[in-house]
């Protein structure tokens, strides 16, 4: 877990892949420690890709000032392909070595952590990463930087989805991100009431499905919410709606897919605590002789988990919350 990370001078701060609410937060937090610390601290544009353009500028404690609660990153984001290459990555290197810059984090997800992995084994540079993606998907926090604000969104959406479905009498199928992770969908459909959740996690059929729209009216159900996570096993939301409406012609159904607003937005109050509380960890972990490893929560113990650890061990869905969930959609 150690690296050469004797006598750190410099921090650089990125954000890599998908956004996520409280990007900025954690940036924030980096950024202040770091200065705390009496270490110079510099920002990345454009995630991996100003690595290797050299968009990197020396950040001060006003650089980060009335972010703490803006969506987005302001140091933008971007999934780089030139970093996946051996020239992108050394380019990347010869641009902090030039300004002196002698430790990375990285805020990203599963495959920014993949690029920090082997750009720090490669050029023995310190990199520790703090989890911010909406998928929560990552091993070795119980909650990414993100997911609470995406889950909140969502939740706002399916409420106001809710009072139209129960007006018109309708069964809409609400469509959330996750990759192919349900996080969001399990825990959104369990707080919003969802007649159904269909889960990347698990092997629904359209049997199962269609037994339980049945279940639904034999209940006298009248309007109906189904949540649907963009990974599920059983095809693109349209093509569930169409082959619930072959089978239920008499339903009149309806597909919301929320797309990127959930990505958006300005963080809650829970992702703005564990986004500082990360951010600091992440420049304490470095000074303190961490390398290539996640910083992350798991149950309210801070913890430090290898990036291999992290990118490959599995981060499983509460099973107790889908069987709850069961129980209380009858
Ligand atoms: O990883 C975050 C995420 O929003 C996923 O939920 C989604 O599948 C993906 O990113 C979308 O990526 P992009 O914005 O590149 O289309």
């Known amino acids: 877990m150690t690296g050469n990370t004797k006598n750190i001078k410099s921090i650089a701060v990125l954000t890599s892949g998908g956004d996520s609410p409280g990007m900025n937060a954690a940036i924030r937090a980096v950024v202040r420690a770091g200065l705390f610390y009496k270490k110079k601290v510099f920002g990345v ?110 939740l706002e959406c399916v409420d106001k989805i809710r009072d139209t479905a129960t007006s018109h009498n309708r069964l809409f199928l609400v469509e959330v991100m996750g990759r192919d992770a349900g996080f969001i969908a399990l825990n959104t459909g369990l707080a919003s009431g969802a007649f159904d959740i269909i889960l990347p996690e698990e092997n629904k059929t359209y049997e199962d499905l269609f037994a339980e729209v049945k279940r639904g009216a034999a209940n006298k159900k009248t309007s109906n919410i189904i949540i649907v996570s963009e990974g599920n096993k059983l095809g693109p939301t349209y093509d ?40 600091v960890h992440a420049v304490e972990g470095l ?22 650890q992290a990118i490959f061990n599995k981060a499983y869905i509460n099973q107790d919350l889908l069987r709850i969930s069961k129980i209380l959609s009858i």
Not at 243 to 258: A, G, Q, Y
Not at 268 to 273: F, I, M, Q, Y
């Open 45 to 154: 544009r454009n995630g991996y890709d100003g690595l290797i353009d050299n968009r990197i500028e020396e950040l001060d404690t006003n650089s980060v000032k009335h972010i703490l609660n803006a969506g987005g990153t302001f140091l933008k984001s971007a999934r780089s392909e030139r970093f996946r290459t051996k020239e992108g990555r050394a380019q990347a290197f010869k641009n902090l070595e030039h300004l002196g810059v002698d430790s990375l984090v990285v805020i990203g997800g599963n495959g920014s952590f993949t690029g920090a992995n082997i750009f720090s084994e490669e050029f023995e540079i310190p990199v520790v990463g703090v989890p911010g993606t909406i998928d929560n998907d990552l091993f070795g926090s119980d909650r990414t930087v993100g997911y609470d604000t995406a889950n909140n969104t969502v």
């Open 240 to 279: 569930i709606a169409k082959n619930l409406h072959k089978n239920f012609p008499h339903l009149d159904i309806k597909v919301t897919i929320l797309g990127h607003l959930q990505r958006g937005g300005s963080p809650s109050c829970l992702d703005r605590v564990l986004a500082s509380e990360l951010g």
């Open 287 to 308: 000074l303190n002789g961490k390398s290539r490893v996640m910083v992350g929560k798991v149950n309210n113990q801070l913890t430090y988990t290898f990036f291999e």
